[in-house]
């Protein structure tokens, strides 16, 4: 690897969502995260809400984005995948989840021909989050 790659690193990855307040409702409710910082540009007529478990510098970042005028649902298509998150307790966290409102669209259990407990939820605008079981 070019010596100029060891100084690389993932910073975010940007969503786009309907509703700010309910996107941030959920992945700083259930999911955790906290808000790491927001800006409203009113110039471009859009929000911009980064959630994270730590600070920028040291983790990578969940960029929410609310385009104001945005009246229509957006499709997700059939290219991105998911989100994936390591959780102590799946389980558990997929009640949180169900508490809050949210959809779990694959319950907590083992994956096939495995023992790695996984489970998917979705967020507000139906992006998928794998949750993954991490021990200690």
């Not at 992945?27 to 995260?33: C, D, S």
């Not at 980064?50 to 997700?76: I, M, R, S």
């Not at 959809?103 to 949750?131: C, H, M, N, S, W």
Request: proline letters at 7%.
């Amino acid at each position: 690897m070019p010596d100029t790659q060891s100084n690389f690193r993932m910073l975010h990855t940007m969503i786009r969502v309907m509703d700010l307040d309910k996107s941030l409702a959920f992945y700083t409710g259930p999911m955790g995260m906290k808000l790491l910082r927001k800006r409203d540009v009113p110039d471009g007529k859009y929000s911009l809400a980064f959630v994270g478990y730590g600070d920028e510098p040291e983790h990578c970042v969940v960029e929410l984005t609310h385009n104001w005028d945005q009246a229509k649902p957006y499709e997700l298509g059939t290219g991105f995948g998911h989100l994936a998150i390591g959780v102590p307790d799946v389980y558990k966290l997929c009640e949180d989840v169900t508490k809050a409102g949210g959809k779990v669209t694959r319950p907590a259990g083992p994956v096939k021909f495995g023992t790695t407990v996984i489970a998917f939820v979705e967020d507000p605008d139906g992006y998928k989050i794998e949750l993954i079981e991490r021990k200690g």
